[in-house]
């Protein structure tokens, strides 16, 4: 599968990432950038311990310790169980996608033709009036969602749940795109976080490359053993509610579940065109 991208184009690599989100700290601009260790495609790179991916050429991606500085630095709050980081070097484009694996056990998919949608956003924006007291208490901006950019619906042929959603955060608007790829032993999410006037293009390469995202051997969904391997006490319709009940809602523990969702949107406010570094002339050239 090729997916490289306009080759005639201009390359950046995402070599460094600059602190820009404290756009009204003259200091913080002052600063000098954090290095982060991106990897260049083309390579297959692991995604956590469970699976890979044939990152193409024009691709970057950070391993798990360089993933949970990626987030601090793009104020995305985190579970621990963030694996990756990969996002396109073309020049221009700044969106990304993250990584998180949840070895919740195989997630049966009978519920995929009872996916309500209009019931799943009332509960995902209750989520996100939870998960707005933790960013309050961290200064970070609040989120808001605005609707479905793309409803619930899971593909039997990849086993994958897919939806997309927008989010509004100091009146900057972002798509996060989700994509569940069930295992046998747990769930990978893929987050695609994006602002709305890149999200068509970059949706339509994200499913470029996650078809060329496997399971390792023996995690695959269909390596599932009945009677042997551990079943996921929740569904479909759990994966896209963060996988967390009543209890969790009342308690208000809900808002510590639901970074991958909302929270991962912050990434994409202010400061968007300098969040992948800097462009190929200060950079160290094109990838190979």
Known sequence: MDLRLRPARPIRLVAVLLLALAASDARAQDAAPPALDWKQGPAVVPVGSVAEIQLPEYFVALDQAETRRFLELTQNPQQGNEVAVVASAAEGDSWFLVFEYDAIGYVRD??????DAEAMLASIREGTAASNEERKSRGWSTMEIVGWQEEPHYDTATNNLTWAIVGESDQHQTVNKLVKLLGRRGV???TLVAGPEQF????????????AYQFRAGEQYADFVEGSDSIAEIGLKGLVLGGVGAALLKSGMLGKFWKVIVA???GLGAGVSKLFGRKKSEGVGTPS
């Open 200 to 211: 068509v293009a970059a949706s339509a390469t994200t499913n470029q490359l996650l078809g």
């Open 188 to 190: 990978m999410t893929a």
């Open 264 to 266: 991962a949107v912050v």
């Open 110 to 115: 009978d519920e995929k033709d009872a996916l």
